[in-house]
């Protein structure tokens, strides 16, 4: 019975590929058929019906279908546009886990790619054409099989709209005809593909100034420099307060520039652009700076004729979206870019990277910080007003930058890639390729570049030397910032390392909150010894990250001092070190010295006694630290005492402790018996050291592993 | 081989009936050992100079021990050595019709091969941390462990089918229970790959695993020798196990070839077991108590091994990478020592008395029921 299903369907789907395959080689068919693919958010569906009004003015008799999915944003623009629209199950890739997230997304991803499948057979394109997104994996996982099958003869075209691939694109990248291109530093990771820009619908153009003045709605007065920021069609909070935090900096200079701020439509119960910034100006400006607003700030949630503010503006602050930054280069206009942290791959970095890299932007990166318990993206207010003016006073440099913006990215986006897909090679001027960006590093590699040469250059050290480009320094701070929002703790920790080899001195505020943090960890981990939720690892990390920073002020002392009492022995010693490290600033203090005498008796956990014995040493001033060392002269640990000693010869060389007689009768009461000792291994001294001047005489590297290990163990064996 | 040309010759001719002291198993143990010994003896300089030759070298590991000296460059795979005289000296004086010996030998070998692999690819990545991946070991650890634990609870178990799956624990003249095959089974299973690991972990110290082992093999074989006498196990009520005296003569060969070995590992070393021979002797260690029914005394008579892997395993999993703090100093034990300022020459030495202590209350445990 079962065998017979099976075969009836076999034979049926036989059949239908065979009339499927049929249908394709219709020959001499009058009309082109064209899918389009792509969408999930307007980012990707615009840049699809571009596509398709290019081709439809080069053959108006050519037939489109939208293939997307259900509820989202092509729903609503496809339709306006006149297209004929389908629906398929598609889902966002929520990462291999055995859940029932992944469960279901696969699920729905061969239920799409059935649908898919059928609609294509019905359809029998010759071209497909998708944008990105979600929506387009089971359509052309679908036209994929069905070439690989033998059955549909239709040509795959993706579109890359980010500088860094999304994920599908990365993966079907392979089986396309060809990815279509916006920035040339993509190039590296497609091997075919051409850079072609990005497809925009006719609406931007270059107005001149003059016109676009007298159409404005307000008014601006003559003269100004105009500066224009926003975030995106919903806006972003992160900009729109910084833009208000920066206006009490830029009041100063109200009669020179002008901001028009388009503070974007998102009213959602989590953030209501416009009530947020009326409510954060009326908080941040002075009522008499309030009074002369207007004179240089003019809100508005949404301009419907942006190319004429852009037209306008000698500088545009905004995200870095693949879309923005288009229309950006296409009127071509200085930028200063604030890209949105913690999207896949980075995107938006990556494309603010390739702006600032073709000399056409400025790029500002938005700290994660704590707020009442939640996470947020902020930019210091200062920070951007002090960039703006700035890059407005430097008017040279601004005109080089719009220069640069013009050329960063190809116009005639839609006539490069109708061609393409037409194959006539109208476009003879290569691929544009350029090189491509110098890789970032991961973190964990970073880490060890970082910590490698603090290890070597100690007190020298300087991140700068290590990660020569400071633009790149930039952004790694800004990412290991991001890592102290994670949730588990691995990431926490390392962001909390790379921050302190980074020297991100802004984040020290929050390091020291974390510090302090006392949130408790999850039951069952404080039954296994956990603490808190800032776990002692992290605690340790950050009192290091603080050494390393060399920053000491209130703040850092008094959550120092909070540290010296931490649970977590690590964390104690950690602090005792950080102590030692900045006893000059300390030393004398009463307060301190009483709490590294408390710990001195730390007998629990000698290496907090160790450190705090050091410690004395660099702090102490009085005889009462002498005598406290002086008692540890019968320790239980040799290393207790030891560090005893070494204490009181730094206080006898920092000149707080007289030599005496008196002295010399006391460290003679200390137990010099000791557990360890240090053994020389006489031959591989001599190896050392003749491998050294052998090196200085020949500066030839003679370290072959066979060479120094037979050296070493010949000699031992007889 | 010696065991088989005498006994044949023993019964060939009336003349060479002295030959039947072959069947006395402390003599041919103390052949055993001594062979092991001298075999030793003659071939570890030229292996010592084979392995330099080859490039077999220590490779660099992270330890988290401020480290007294650079031990790079000393020559590892010593297992190989002790692998090699207990089986040579197995070949002379053993029985190789027992089931006993065969396991045990089986067990060795295979957990030596595997050392022998990990340790190879290490010195070709020229780095103490890769090697085999841990996966790729636990996976061939687990499986000589399904094997042999198929093999005691199955039909052709060297203990007898009745005696198979029950549960005898020190210090109890009974039998606990009969947890029946399959539990029993999933025991041997996560005791073998849990013990070889142990081993592993302890190799640390010039000297540190091959002192406690040896102590363990003597001891087990004393056990085999008992369980092994119809006599002697009827007195001191143990079940007997027909053949098991058998394990004793590899376990002299054991302590034979541990002496031996120690002569070059004794600090400061001049080679280390390596993998090959931590994994090998943790495998036979294992497969030796299971056999011998005393797989319950081993966390007392092991207990050196027990707490070195627990200190590191509760360390690395549960401390570092789950709650995120140490929980002691450093892992396993004897780094925990030595970073509490004792040399390495004394943590050795102390912990080769705790080793031997266990030792001693695990032998009294033969009549202390």
Redesign the interface.
């Known amino acids: 019975m079962i065998l017979l299903i099976v075969l009836s369907v076999t034979l049926l789907a036989a059949a239908g590929a065979l009339v499927a395959a049929r249908r394709w080689k219709r020959p001499g068919a009058a009309r082109a058929r064209v899918v389009l693919s792509g969408g999930g958010t307007g980012g990707h569906v615009n840049p699809a019906l571009a596509i398709a009004e290019g081709l439809k003015a080069r053959e108006p008799q050519t037939r489109f279908l939208y293939i997307g999915v259900k509820n989202k944003a092509e729903g609503v623009i496809v339709g306006k546009a006149g297209y004929e629209l389908r629906y398929v199950c598609s889902e966002g890739y929520p990462g291999i886990s055995f859940s029932f997230k992944t469960l279901r997304f696969l699920f729905k991803l061969a239920l799409g790619i059935v649908q898919s499948i059928v609609i294509l057979t019905a359809f029998t394109p010759e071209w497909i054409v998708a944008t990105g997104g979600y929506v387009s994996a089971p359509v052309i996982m679908a036209a994929v099989l069905l070439k690989k099958l033998g059955i549909a003869r239709v040509k795959i075209f993706l579109h890359e709209q980010n500088s860094i691939p999304g994920q599908l694109n990365a993966l079907m990248g392979k089986w396309a005809d060809k990815v279509l291109l916006t920035f040339p530093q993509t190039l590296s990771f497609f091997p075919k593909a051409a850079v072609v820009g990005y497809p925009i619908r006719n609406s931007i153009v270059p107005i001149p100034a003059e016109e676009a003045r007298k159409r404005l709605s307000f008014s601006i007065p003559e003269g100004r420099q105009i500066i224009f920021a926003f975030g995106g069609s919903q806006g972003a909070r992160t900009i729109n307060r910084a833009i208000v935090d920066a206006l009490p900096f830029l009041f100063a200079q109200r009669d020179k520039l002008f901001i028009i701020h388009g503070s974007g439509l998102a009213c959602s119960a989590g953030y209501n652009a416009a009530q947020d910034t009326e409510q954060r100006i009326a908080k941040v400006l002075t009522p008499e700076q309030n009074s002369h607003l207007c004179d240089f700030y003019y809100r508005k949630d949404y301009f419907h004729n942006i190319a004429q503010i852009y037209s306008l503006s000698s500088l545009i602050v905004c995200r870095s979206g693949a879309g923005s930054l288009n229309e950006i280069s296409r009127i071509g206009k200085p930028v200063l870019l604030i890209p949105k942290v913690n999207l896949p791959g980075d995107h938006q970095v990556m494309n603010a990277r390739a702006m600032r890299k073709a000399g056409a932007a400025e790029i500002l990166f938005e700290d994660t910080i704590m707020e009442n318990g939640g996470l947020l993206e902020h930019l210091d207010g200062r920070v951007l007003a002090e960039k703006i003016l700035a890059l407005i006073e430097d008017r040279p440099r601004l005109c080089e930058m719009a220069e640069m913006s013009k050329a960063f990215l190809r116009c005639e986006a839609i006539e490069r890639i109708v061609s393409e897909i037409h194959e006539d090679k109208r476009f003879t001027d290569g691929n544009g390729r350029v090189a491509p960006f110098r890789d970032l590093v991961a973190n964990a590699r970073l880490l060890q570049m970082l910590s490698n040469a603090h290890a070597r250059s100690g007190k020298h050290f300087d991140p700068a030397l290590v990660v020569e480009d400071p633009d790149d320094l930039a952004y790694y701070r800004h990412r290991a910032a991001g890592l102290l929002s994670r949730k588990n703790?691995?990431d926490r920790?390392l962001g909390v390392k790379l921050i302190g080899l980074t020297r991100h001195r802004e984040k020290i505020p929050t390091l020291l909150q974390m510090l302090s943090d006392r949130t408790p960890?999850g039951v069952v981990?404080r039954a296994?010894?956990?603490?808190f939720e800032q776990?002692?690892?992290?605690r340790r990390n950050i009192v290091s990250a603080l050494m390393v920073m060399g920053r000491f002020d209130q703040e850092v002392e008094k959550h120092l001092l909070e540290a010296m009492e931490d649970p977590?022995f690590?964390v104690r010693a950690q602090a005792c070190r950080a102590v030692a490290h900045f006893g000059p600033r300390l030393a004398g203090k009463q307060e301190w010295l009483d709490r590294l005498l408390e710990h001195l008796g730390d007998e629990e956990c000698?290496?907090v006694a160790i450190e705090a014995a050091k410690a004395v040493g660099e702090i102490g001033t009085e005889s009462k630290a002498a005598k406290a060392l002086l008692s540890m002269n019968e320790s239980h640990?040799?290393?207790v005492r030891n560090a005893a000693l070494l204490g009181i010869k730094r206080m006898i060389e920092r000149g707080v402790l007289e030599p005496s007689d008196e002295l010399i009768s006391d460290i003679s009461t200390f137990i010099l018996t000791?557990?360890?000792?240090?053994?020389?291994?006489q031959i591989?001294e001599t190896y050392a050291a003749l491998r050294k001047c052998s090196e200085g005489l020949k500066g030839v590297e003679i370290c072959s592993?066979?060479a120094?290990?037979?050296n070493?163990?010949?000699g031992?064996?007889k | 081989m010696i065991y088989e040309l005498c006994k044949f010759l023993a019964s060939y001719s009336e003349s060479f009936s002295y030959f039947r002291l072959v069947n006395y198993i402390t003599f041919r143990a103390i052949m055993s050992a001594l062979t092991a010994v001298i075999f030793i003896f003659i071939f570890s300089r030229r292996f010592i100079l084979f392995v330099h030759s080859h490039c077999f070298l220590d490779q660099v590991r992270e330890t988290g021990v401020a480290s007294v000296f650079d031990k790079r460059g000393t020559p590892t795979m010593g297992g190989v050595l002790i692998i090699g005289a207990v089986l040579v000296s197995m070949a002379l004086w053993g029985d190789w019709r027992n089931p006993f010996l065969l396991c045990s030998v089986a067990g060795m070998v295979w957990f030596g091969l595997l050392g022998l692999w990990d340790d190879i690819s290490k010195v070709r990545q020229k780095s103490g941390d890769r090697g085999l991946s841990e996966r790729a070991k636990l996976l061939l650890q687990g499986l000589f462990g399904l094997v042999f634990a198929w093999v005691c609870v199955g039909r052709c178990a060297p203990l007898g089918c009745a005696l198979a799956t029950k549960v005898y624990i020190p210090f109890c003249k009974f039998p606990l229970a009969d947890i029946g095959p399959l539990l029993y089974g999933a025991f041997i299973f996560v005791f073998v790959v849990f013990v070889s690991n142990a081993v592993n972990i302890t190799d640390g110290l010039d000297g540190l695993a091959i002192t406690p082992s040896i102590f363990v093999a003597a001891v087990l074989g004393v056990f085999a020798y008992v369980e092994g006498n119809r006599i002697y196990s009827a007195y001191l009520h143990y079940a007997f196990l027909r053949g098991s005296g058998e394990l004793m003569i590899f376990g002299a060969a054991f302590v034979g070839a541990g002496l031996g070995f120690l002569w070059y590992n004794a600090y400061p070393a001049q080679i280390f077991m390596g993998d090959t021979g931590s994994l090998a002797i943790g495998g036979t260690m294992a497969v030796m108590s299971v056999l011998l029914k005393q797989e319950f005394l081993f966390p007392l008579l092991g207990g050196l091994f027990i707490a070195e892997a627990l200190s590191s395993q509760i360390q690395d999993k549960i401390g570092v990478k789950w709650i995120g703090r140490r929980i002691f100093y450093r892992a396993p034990l004897h780094h925990n020592l030595q970073h509490k300022g004792i040399a390495e020459t004394k943590v050795v030495i102390r912990l080769w008395i705790v080793a031997g202590i266990l030792a001693l209350i695990s032998l009294a445990t033969l009549k202390l029921r």
Do not use: L, M
């Not at chain 1, 296994?528 to 603490?531: A, I, L, N, S, V």
């Open positions: 703790w691995q920790n960890a981990r296994f010894g956990g603490d776990v002692g690892f992290i977590y690590e000698f290496e640990y040799w290393q000791s557990t360890d000792f240090r053994p020389h291994f591989k592993q066979k120094s290990g037979s070493t163990a010949a031992k064996i």
